[in-house]
Every structure is written in C-alpha cells, then in structure tokens.
C-alpha cells in the first residue's frame, strides 16, 4: 500500500468495477474517491461463475479482485477466503462493505478476526422496512443479519439523508451522509434535442413543471 494513504478493503457487488475492455463510471468514481481522501483501495467484487479471477488495475491508487462464484449463497465462503488472503499479504487500515447483507455478513466476520474497523454502506430503505420485510421470508432473515452488522460498524454512510436520519432514530451512531458521486454529470445535463418531444408526449397540453425519478419500481421505494 502507498506510505500515507488509507488502505481500504471494500467488499461489494458492483459488477460495473469489474469492466476490462474500458474504463467504467464505477472505476472512475472509485479513483477520484482514492485521490480524495486520499486511500489505497482493494475491492474485492463478487463476479459471474467463469470469471477470471485476474485483478484488474484502476489506476494507480485502486484495485479490482474479482470473486466469481455460482450462486449468490456461495460468496460469503469465496469472499471471506480471498479476502483473508489480502489482509494476510498487506496492512489494512479498515474493511468495508457495500451494504450490510451479504457483504456486510463478510465484513463483519473479518473485521472481528483482524482487529480492523467495520464501515457500513446504507443505500437503500430496507433495514426495519415493514413492506420489504413482508415480501419473502429470506428478507426477514438479511434484515436480521444486517442489524447485527450494523451494531458492529465503527461507522456507517449513506447516500440520502432520509436513510441516515431513520437510522438515528433507530438508534445507530457514528451516521454520515456521502451524497453520490456522478462523474459524468455534465454529459447527464447536456441538452437534447428531444427533449420537445418528450415534454410534449409526457405533458401535452400542460405547462408543468416535470419531474423525473430514477429508481428501482419496488415497494419499499414508497413510490406513489
């Protein structure tokens, strides 16, 4: 790891981080955040079964190791191997985690057996949510795990502020509120030329304002 630098181990599931052939938004998120804070990150990726387990470079300051597995179920096992092996091989200064599911079931675990801290990634409303917890039985059993994980962060982000305060209210501490870096943001706010036609088709007659949301269609999005 580079002197002066946080070194992070981040375990997730953003398949974005694992692109070979270009440079993807996730990469590049990912390096402009090493450069800020500044930090050394390995991210180890859960991938698709065949895979290849080749790491993959994101600059200078971030690393890719991709973990493929053929269920979902078996990363936890996979993970927790790959990752031991990383903190055996180099100095961490922390572990973190994507979210508090099944990233955060590994985290956990290797936070405890390294003596490192634990920070929590938060972005979505489910953790207590009544409507995601009445939809199958196996959220009942992540909302369990994600609650003990949870307890066991030394630190936990979101990127809503919503988010953040209900788990205050619910009693988790050391809450920050990271708004999501968009790197491409100016290309996202170019003009189009369709955009007559969409505000036409959308609106017709009406003067509006319009708005847009950009979200997962599911229940616990309370999207009305």
């Known amino acids: 790891m580079s002197e002066g630098r946080i070194a992070i181990l981040n375990i997730g599931l953003d398949r974005d981080l694992l692109a070979r052939d270009r ?15 500044p930090a050394s990150i390995v991210h180890l990726v859960k991938a698709p079964a065949g895979a290849s387990h080749e790491a993959i470079s994101c600059g200078e300051q971030v690393r890719v190791m991709p973990c493929p597995v053929s269920h979902w179920a078996l990363f936890p096992f996979a993970a927790m191997r790959l990752a031991a092996r990383e903190l055996r091989n180099a100095r961490f200064d922390m572990v973190q985690v994507q979210e508090p599911y099944l990233c955060g079931l590994v985290g956990a675990m290797l936070a405890l057996r390294f003596r490192l801290p634990l920070v929590v990634g938060v972005f979505s409303d489910e953790v207590d949510n009544p409507v995601w917890l009445a939809e199958r039985r196996l959220n009942r059993v992540a909302n369990a795990v994600a609650k003990w994980v949870l307890r066991r962060a030394a630190a936990i982000r979101g990127d ?5 305060e209900r788990l205050a209210r619910s009693g988790y501490r050391n809450l920050t509120y990271v708004p999501f870096l968009i790197t491409n943001a100016d290309r996202l706010s170019a003009p189009s030329p369709e955009t007559a036609a969409v505000w036409a088709r959308l609106l ?12 997962r269609l599911e229940a616990e999005k309370n999207v009305s």
């Open 23 to 37: 440079q993807s938004e996730a990469q590049r998120r990912q390096s402009i955040y090493a450069d800020g804070i």
């Open 160 to 164: 809503s502020r919503a988010v953040v």
């Open 204 to 215: 017709g007659s009406r003067a509006g304002p319009l708005a847009v949301a950009v979200i």
